[in-house]
Nanobody
Framework: QVQLVESGGGLVQAGGSQRLSCAAS????????MGWYRQAPGKQRELVAL???????NYADFVKGRFTISRDNFKNTVYLQMNSLKPEDTAVYYC?????????WGQGTQVTVSS
């Protein structure tokens, strides 16, 4: 079992920056990839960014050039640096980990971008 705890959400003005963190514990050595997803009210959960164990990354088109996903293997933590935030980035952001062909989710953290 992998446990994920997100932090770093909150209220930010449009054009501002925010960094989310996702700390993993439990079966961390079996994690093959981690990522960030988000879900806005009335919308489906969507992919934001992914990072593999080897460090390869993948981004949704709507965040390319603005968001950066990274990981600190010593701290078992994945980060999402969000710059140039827009009101449409407002959502609950969830951390996801894949381990032993199972998927684990964090509880989510709210990000609200005011115009």
């Amino acid at each position: 079992q992998v446990q994920l705890v997100e932090s770093g959400g909150g209220l930010v003005q449009a054009g501002g920056s925010q960094r989310l963190s996702c700390a993993a514990s439990g079966g961390i050595f079996s994690i093959t990839g981690m990522g960030w997803y988000r879900q806005a009210p009335g919308k489906q959960r969507e992919l934001v960014a992914l990072i593999t164990r080897g460090g390869s990354t993948n981004y949704a088109d709507f965040v390319k050039g603005r968001f950066t996903i990274s990981r600190d293997n010593f701290k078992n933590t994945v980060y999402l640096q969000m710059n140039s935030l827009k009101p449409e980035d407002t959502a609950v952001y969830y951390c996801k980990a894949v381990a032993n062909m199972a998927t684990f989710w964090g509880q989510g953290t709210q990000v609200t971008v005011s115009s």
